[in-house]
């Protein structure tokens, strides 16, 4: 969350003074609003707007086709739900390891599909691009479908693109944490009308065929989902963060840009596959062993500079996905992905060093976070504290 204040309040306002704040037949339709102003943003034909990223991700692999049978390559190095989202698919996470930018590997990615991946999802972690390029190039030919996860970089960009236009649908999340937030919130777009028309489908299952006239013009068959909709609040909350969007990255990307000029000539920035497009959320600093990373962390600590070390955040970090590691898909055995007996000869033996170079780097590498507000004295502060201890 950066910024978020009386707009915002008056555009609850809006929508509760409306009495009439649910999703389809509402006198406000801020969430059919904001979704045909969040598809002109991005650039896509269709977006949808839901409850969460996992929501997101889930409707999007649904929109896809995926499901029990298939595998879906993720990366090490992302939060759980991503990995998550596949198993509520009935499908099965396969991890690949995440190359110096700290986004999915191409090259692990090349060596991990089979014949049974349905899809790759690429994580843009702290707003860091993943080599969209080489994962195209990997998957050409071939009927694998690629879905990204744009959940950390919703306004980031690649080569000119907005991050989650560029594959076959992309994801956002619009939690809390989030570069734009409603609190909770995440949203698919595609440019594929059938991936619409499922995830559509999947993320309204109780209302889609009974409030307004959400199934006009819909060809794909009615099937089973879940209710992963949102209010008019949510939606008014959004059209209102939207707006301060381009001015979030603009001012993120200048404090970043300022921060790592000053930083560079003593510090190592970390490789990315666009720098110019990614949001601007996080200095990256790359040491060469653990030992340096921490020794560094801890003196910034001391001269109150506060820095994350990746590999120390908890469930971003493979090994730490307990659900995953310990293969419980679900309560219910029978409910299992795991346990599936389609699912028995997929790719599944997870193991804590089976992406050795991800944690390496996770360990080598240093993020100072970066604040929009931060008056321009304030970055140069906090680059004289760090080059000063
Ligand atoms: C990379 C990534 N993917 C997916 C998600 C899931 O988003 P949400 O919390 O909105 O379900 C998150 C959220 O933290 C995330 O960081």
């Known amino acids: 969350m950066y910024r978020i204040g009386q707009e915002e309040i008056d555009a609850v306002a809006r929508a509760i003074n409306s009495k009439d704040f649910f999703k389809i037949n509402g006198s406000g339709q801020e969430v059919l609003h904001f979704e045909n102003e969040w598809k002109s943003f991005v650039g896509s034909d269709y977006a949808l707007l839901m409850t969460s990223g996992y929501a997101a991700i889930v409707s999007a692999l649904i929109g896809i086709g995926a499901g029990p049978g298939d595998e879906v390559i993720v990366p090490a190095y992302t939060y759980i739900a991503t990995a998550l989202a596949?198993?509520?698919?009935?499908?099965?996470?396969?991890?690949?390891?995440?190359?110096?930018?700290?986004?999915?590997?191409?090259?692990d990615v090349k060596r991990k599909i089979t014949k049974n991946t349905k899809a790759i999802i690429p994580v843009h972690i702290q707003g860091f691009p993943s080599d969209m390029d080489g994962l195209k190039n990997a998957v050409k030919g071939t009927n694998i479908k690629i879905v990204e996860d744009a959940c950390q970089s919703a306004g980031g960009m690649y080569k000119g693109r907005l991050l989650g236009s560029i594959g076959d649908a992309g994801t956002y999340s619009f939690n809390y944490f989030k570069i734009i937030t409603a609190?909770?919130?995440?949203?698919?777009?595609t440019n594929d009308r059938k991936i619409y028309e499922r995830a559509l489908i999947y993320h309204d299952a109780g209302a889609v065929a009974f409030f307004g006239d959400q199934l006009n013009g819909i060809s794909e068959e009615l099937f089973g989902g879940r209710e992963y909709r949102v209010s008019d609040i949510t939606g008014a909350i959004l059209r209102e963060q939207l707006k301060k969007l381009p001015y979030i990255r603009a001012d993120l990307k200048k404090n970043q840009k300022l921060l790592l000029s000053l930083l560079t000539p003593k510090y190592t920035q970390a490789p990315s596959h666009d720098f110019e497009g990614d949001l601007g959320t996080t200095v990256a600093l790359r040491f060469g062993s653990e030992k340096e990373t921490r020794s560094f962390a801890e003196r910034c600590a001391a001269n109150g500079i506060g820095v994350t070390i990746p590999f120390d955040t908890g469930k971003h970090v493979?090994?730490?996905?307990?659900?995953?590691?310990?293969?419980?898909?679900?309560?219910?055995?029978?409910?299992?992905?795991?346990?599936?007996?389609?699912?028995?000869?997929l790719q599944m033996d997870y193991t804590h060093d089976m992406c050795k170079k991800t944690l390496e780097l996770l360990s080598r590498t240093a993020y100072i976070l970066v604040n929009p507000d931060w008056p321009e004295e304030t970055v140069k502060d906090i680059a004289a504290r760090v080059l000063d201890i």
Request: aromatic share 8%.
């Open 86 to 107: 596949v198993l509520e698919t009935g499908a099965i996470p396969v991890i690949a390891d995440a190359d110096e930018t700290l986004t999915i590997d191409v090259e």
């Open 183 to 189: 609190g909770e919130g995440g949203a698919v777009v």
């Open 318 to 345: 493979y090994t730490n996905w307990t659900q995953i590691m310990e293969k419980r898909g679900a309560l219910n055995p029978s409910m299992d992905p795991y346990k599936f007996p389609v699912n028995k000869d």
